[in-house]
C-alpha cells in the first residue's frame, strides 16, 4: 500500500522536481558567475570576491543605492498597505451605491499597460513638485499595486465572520475600533501577502526610476547595476553585473523564506471562505 501510493505520486515528485530546476539553475549559475573567474572583469581568475568589491565602490558606493532602494521600496509598501487596508475594508464591510462598479474600475487598471502612464505620469510628478523625488517614486509604483492589494484585502476581510465585528460593535467599539482590535489581527496573513508583494515589485522595479528618477545618487540599485554594465568604454562587465544582482536578489530570498508561511495563508483566505 505504500509503495502504492509513493508510485502513484512519482509524477508529482518529478514534475516539482523539474520545476525547481528550471527555477533555481539561473540563480545558481548567477551566484557562481559571480565569484568565477571571467577575462576582463575584477575577478580574472580562480574564485573570489573581485566583482563584488568592484559593485561596493562604484560611483556613489554600493550601500548609497542600496539605502535608495529600501526607502523606495519601504515607502511603497507603507503607502500600499494603508490605502488597501482600508479600501479593502470599506469593499468587503460597507454598501454603498456603485461599488462594484467602482471595484471593477479599480481591477481595471490592472489591463492599462504599466509604461504607458509613465510620461504622463512624470509630467504630473513635476507639477506637483515630485519629481526627482523617492517620495513621488513610491506614489506611483504604489498606485500599480493597489489594484491587486485592494482585492487581496477585500477577499481577507470576507474571510472574518461578520459575527466578530458585530459583536465588537454591541460591545461599544466603534467603526474604526473594531477594525484595529478585532479585524486587523485577523488580516494579518493577508497584509503580509499585500506587503512582500509591493517589495518585491518595488525593489527589483528598473523602468519607472529610469524615466523618474534623474539624479544618479538617488538611483535605485537596479538603475545603478543597469548603468555599471556600461562603464568600460562599452563594453559589458558581466562579472559586476552579477554580483548586482546576487545583491538584489538576496533580500528577496530572505523575505520569502522568513513570510512563506504567511504569504500562503494570505493567498488561501479566499479560498478557505468559499
Known amino acids: 500500500m505504500t509503495l502504492g501510493r509513493a508510485w502513484g505520486r512519482t509524477p508529482y515528485y518529478v514534475l516539482a522536481g523539474g520545476l525547481a530546476i528550471i527555477f533555481l539553475f539561473p540563480m545558481v ?47 511603497t509598501v507603507a503607502l500600499t498597505l494603508g490605502v488597501s487596508l482600508l479600501g479593502g475594508y470599506a469593499f468587503a464591510r460597507f454598501d454603498f451605491p456603485g461599488k462594484n462598479l467602482l471595484f471593477l474600475l479599480t481591477l481595471a487598471i490592472l489591463m492599462v499597460p504599466y509604461a504607458t502612464l509613465l510620461i504622463p505620469l512624470y509630467v504630473l510628478l513635476g507639477d506637483l513638485g515630485l519629481q526627482n523625488s523617492f517620495i513621488g517614486l513610491s506614489l506611483v509604483l504604489a498606485m500599480y499595486q493597489l489594484p491587486f492589494a485592494t482585492f487581496m484585502m477585500r477577499i481577507s476581510f470576507e474571510a472574518v465572520p461578520r459575527e466578530l465585528e458585530e459583536s465588537a460593535l454591541m460591545d461599544g467599539c466603534g467603526t474604526f475600533g473594531a477594525l484595529r482590535r478585532i479585524l486587523l489581527p485577523a488580516v494579518v496573513p493577508g497584509l503580509i501577502t499585500v506587503g512582500l508583494f509591493a517589495f518585491l515589485a518595488a525593489w527589483n522595479d528598473f523602468i519607472a526610476p529610469l524615466i523618474l528618477i534623474s539624479d544618479g545618487d538617488k538611483a535605485p540599485l537596479p538603475l545603478a547595476v543597469a548603468n555599471l554594465r556600461q562603464q568600460s568604454m562599452g563594453a559589458v562587465d558581466y562579472g559586476v553585473t552579477e554580483a548586482g544582482v546576487v545583491v538584489l536578489a538576496l533580500p528577496c530570498l530572505v523575505l520569502f523564506l522568513l513570510l512563506q508561511r504567511h504569504y500562503l495563508r494570505g493567498f488561501m483566505s479566499g479560498a478557505l471562505k468559499g
Open 29 to 75: 549559475w548567477t551566484a557562481w558567475a559571480s565569484v568565477a573567474g571571467q577575462p576582463g572583469t575584477a575577478q580574472e581568475a580562480g574564485f573570489g570576491l573581485g566583482n563584488y568589491r568592484r559593485l561596493l565602490e562604484y560611483d556613489a558606493g554600493l550601500w548609497r543605492y542600496l539605502a535608495n532602494s529600501t526607502v523606495v521600496s519601504l515607502l
